[in-house]
């Protein structure tokens, strides 16, 4: 870490966005991780927003948080020893020791995570033929109304579950 200390420190003077976009294009950062590193050089000692994804749940608009909600009823009715946490504001299920599904929202869709490239790959034929979806290199969009597929989600969560073994 001290490595990193020394880069902020010579980051000091410059703006957040330009501090993000410095470990970003410089060092490969991902979002999260360069803007964990630039808050807590800033001094800020947590960027937790939410404690609980009831409270996450609060901040989403109706119409959202009913879909983030009843993707992950699809998800634990099948697998109800995931559990679902907090984790980079955002909410996510986990077993015991990974990841396994995660969503984030944005203010015109919703955006799945099933923490693997290689499940994107595996399920692609089947997003392809479901043009609502809007497939990237590590997510998946749908919009914020959008009609659960539940045997979807459990097949690529149990996709995740079978290579997080």
């Known amino acids: 870490m001290s490595y990193w200390f020394k880069v902020m420190k010579g980051l000091a003077d410059v703006k957040y966005p330009q501090q993000i976009a410095h470990l970003?294009?410089?060092?490969?950062?991902s979002q999260a991780h360069a803007?964990?590193?630039v808050m807590y050089s800033r001094g800020s000692t947590t960027t937790k927003k939410y404690?609980?994804?009831a409270e996450?749940?609060?901040t989403l608009d109706t119409k959202q948080a009913k879909t983030v909600k009843a993707i992950f009823k699809a998800i634990t009715a099948k697998y109800p020893d995931l559990e679902l946490v907090i984790a980079w504001n955002q909410p996510m299920l986990k077993d015991a020791t990974k990841y396994v599904f995660g969503i984030s929202v944005a203010t015109n869709h919703i955006l799945m995570a099933p923490w693997s490239k290689d499940v994107l790959e595996k399920f692609a034929p089947k997003f392809a033929k479901m043009e609502e979806l809007d497939v990237k290199k590590k997510t998946i969009g749908v919009p914020n109304?959008?009609?659960v597929d539940?045997?979807?989600?459990?097949?690529?969560v149990?996709?995740?579950?079978?290579?997080a073994k």
């Open 150 to 156: 539940t045997k979807l989600l459990q097949d690529m």
């Open 51 to 53: 404690e609980t994804p």
């Open 145 to 147: 109304d959008w009609k």
């Open 56 to 58: 996450y749940y609060k």
């Open 24 to 29: 970003r294009e410089n060092y490969g950062f």
């Open 35 to 37: 803007n964990a590193l």
């Open 158 to 163: 149990k996709a995740r579950l079978a290579e």
